[in-house]
């Protein structure tokens, strides 16, 4: 199925009326409104641009009759099309329009990037291809540009054009790129091409509510997303026409795409028309909830006021109207237990997915906070049962029928008063006997590489069990460049470095992995990567406080959603690598080039990990074990949130400080090296 509004060759694009394109391109963005966007209501004025310059490129270029022309050209990850695509021999332009704009904007240069960088990253006719990302300003002054083939790159520098000067570019760039001894691209396969995309959670989840199908959205060879999804829902099936109780334990790696399997889950078409069969999403992860709903809510309010513009819908859009319906979907775990445990009345949802179950709060952690509170009410009716409990214990109340969908990130818990998924077995062996477990294999057995818990200590025979294969998703989509990036991790924290440095080398060429011991040679490396919308970032462990005396603050607290999503030209956002994310903040979700900085609270001694915590003045050895474990899980999260590549840095230290010596931080600089890392 063509992926185009509108596709044919240069020569018929100039002999069709214009009136009877925009009918396509009208027709084709009608039948699908949730890819609306301001560009699709510029072609008024922009077709007779495009085909009056092209009409020059012709008369100049007699092959370029012959070229391939695409209008509005899907890129669903990105849940946008591309304004026009040209095929000229083997190589492909990538135009966007911007007609009102008098000058060239840094968002709409980027814009046109990050098309570009789709498709050499996810568009399998566009591998290994030459793309000239053309933005194109019609009231913008001409402006002077060397435009000089980058040989390092296959996505070339932003060609800024206008009205006037198209034409001109696009031969002078047809010129300076093209390669005779090249093989030609077939357009109608490009055309038809697979389209093979790894979206951030971020552009799943608005992708997802927007009403895009999960298929559109993810890697073609992620089978398992969708094998996962299809046996849920028949689960949940099964459990409204049998009116029965049933839990379902989703496990998976770091970044293999269990989050999206439940936002997957509550936007299936069966579950949103029924009335019965409410579905929600909750996660005790506050940053991840407050990004997903301020992300959510920015991309459909954009939506919904250009479907205002254009006369599509009657009501202006309201932000606290979609700030609601958002909010409906995506809950705050611990909100949603302190609203419930105020009666004892059924949800509204038969559906609850719950994302990172483990990290699910033991009893005397709920009952802690609950005495913190600074409501009376809180403090007064303090319990001590665990969240996991809690959970069961609400949707138990339903008389007929409920589903749990519990999303568990292995050797992810990093904070005392997490549970951990054995707290959820104890519970359903000891109260809960009535409900039906659904289980991956691996969570049963607690076979993993980093993960010593498992469900049961040992199968209970007083449960119905079910174990499946389509409950594990074992390959990560996250770092789509680098399939075996969690082994190299777990390698290296598993004190492994002979199989990590033979991972490295099969990583580090699409996946790049780098050390360095100056921090402005890390901020610069990063620097080197923006690209695009490609966001950078620099996280840390929470406990690395002696990173301060480099202007690192792990305490100071950072806006979360504006660290996430606002632009390179926000001094709040990640791009200014003034602010850092830790653990808390990052886990559960993602970007795309990251700068870890290492401390002193996982050090080296020999050839093991050595785990320290800063207290007052001095560093103190972490005697418990859990302790430990849940420091060495934090690096772990640190490690596994780039999906392009990270440098990891790694100070020198220095002699008159007893915190900050080198003899802290050569060790672990020196190990990383032993795991293949290369220095910059």
Not at 53 to 69: D, G, P
Not at 75 to 104: G, H, M, Q, W
Not at 377 to 395: C, G, H, L, P, Y
Not at 524 to 532: D, I, N, P, V
Request: charged share 25%.
């Amino acid at each position: 199925m063509s992926q185009a509004y509108y596709g044919d060759n240069i020569k018929n694009l100039l002999l069709t009326e214009t009136n009877s394109i925009k009918g396509l391109l009208h027709t084709g963005a009608t039948e699908h409104p949730q890819m609306w966007t301001i560009q699709s209501t510029s072609w008024e004025s922009s077709i007779d641009i495009l085909k009056k310059q092209l009409s020059v490129v012709c008369s100049q270029n007699r092959e370029a009759e012959n070229w391939a022309i695409f209008l509005e050209y899907e890129v669903p990850r990105l849940l946008s099309r591309i304004d026009a695509v040209i095929i000229a021999r083997d190589l492909i332009f990538v135009i966007e329009f911007k007609y009102d704009r008098k000058t060239y904007e840094l968002a709409d240069v980027r814009q046109v990037e990050d098309y570009s960088l789709d498709l050499k990253d996810f568009h399998l006719q566009s591998r290994n291809r030459i793309i000239v990302p053309i933005l194109l300003c019609p009231l913008a002054k001409g402006v002077s540009q060397k435009l000089k083939k980058d040989v390092d790159n296959l996505v070339q520098p932003v060609v800024k054009a206008n009205a006037q000067n198209l034409a001109e570019l696009i031969i002078s760039s047809f010129n300076a790129n093209i390669d005779s001894g090249t093989v030609a691209i077939n357009a109608n396969e490009w055309g038809n091409s697979v389209y093979s995309p790894t979206p951030t959670i971020i552009q799943a989840a608005q992708a997802l509510f927007a009403g895009q199908k999960v298929e559109a959205i993810t890697n073609r060879g992620a089978e398992n997303l969708s094998y996962t999804t299809d046996y849920i829902v028949e689960v949940i099936k099964a459990a409204q026409i049998n009116k029965n109780k049933i839990v379902c334990f989703v496990t998976g790696v770091p970044g293999a795409g269990k989050t999206l399997v439940g936002l997957n889950v509550i936007h299936k078409e069966e579950f949103i028309e029924s009335n019965k069969a409410n579905a929600a999403y909750f996660s005790g992860n506050g940053p991840l909830v407050s990004v997903l709903r301020e992300a959510l809510t920015r991309d459909e309010l954009e939506r919904e006021s250009v479907k205002f513009k254009n006369k599509l819908i009657a009501a202006k859009p309201s932000k606290s109207v979609t700030e609601t319906k958002v909010g409906s979907k995506i809950q705050n775990l611990h909100q949603f237990i302190k609203a419930c445990s105020k009666n004892a009345l059924p949800p509204d949802e038969h559906i609850v997915v719950f994302d990172e179950a483990q990290r699910c709060w033991n009893a005397e952690n709920v009952f802690r906070q609950a005495r913190r509170s600074r409501v009376d009410e809180d403090r007064k009716n303090a319990v001590q049962i665990s969240e996991a409990e809690t959970i069961f214990e609400i949707m138990d109340r339903h008389s007929d029928w409920s589903v749990i969908i519990a999303l568990v990130g292995n050797g992810q818990e990093i904070n005392t008063g997490e549970a951990g998924i054995g707290e959820w077995g104890d519970v359903l062996k000891n109260k809960y006997t009535h409900w039906h477990v659904h289980i991956s294999p691996e969570l049963l057995s607690g076979k993993s590489l980093n993960a010593i818990n498992k469900l049961f200590d040992t199968a209970p025979d007083n449960l119905k069990i079910i174990e499946s294969n389509c409950l594990h998703l074992s390959v990560s989509q996250r770092s789509f460049k680098a399939n075996n990036l969690n082994d190299w991790v777990n390698a290296v924290l598993d004190n492994n470095p002979v199989y990590a440095k033979e991972l490295y080398s099969s990583i580090n060429e699409n996946y790049p992995i780098a050390i360095t011991r100056d921090l402005d040679k890390a901020k610069a490396w990063l620097k080197g990567k923006k690209q695009g919308n490609k966001r950078t970032g620099l996280v840390a462990s929470s406990g690395a406080m002696r990173l301060r005396s480099y202007g690192i603050n792990t305490r100071e607290e950072i806006d979360v959603p504006y660290w996430f999503l606002n632009d390179e030209g926000d001094v709040r956002s990640s791009y200014y690598l003034e602010v850092i994310a830790t653990e808390y903040k990052i886990q559960g979700l993602e970007i795309d080039w990251i700068g870890v900085c290492w401390d002193g609270d996982l050090r080296r001694d020999g050839d093991r990990w050595d785990y320290r915590k800063f207290k007052g003045t001095n560093w103190e050895n972490v005697h418990e074990q859990s302790d430990r474990q849940f420091l060495l899980n934090k690096y772990r999260v640190l490690l596994t949130r780039a999906r392009e590549g990270m440098v990891i840095w790694i100070p020198l230290g220095v002699d008159d400080d007893v915190t900050r010596l080198p003899t802290i931080y050569n060790p672990i600089f020196a190990y990383f090296k032993s795991c293949g890392v290369e220095e910059i």
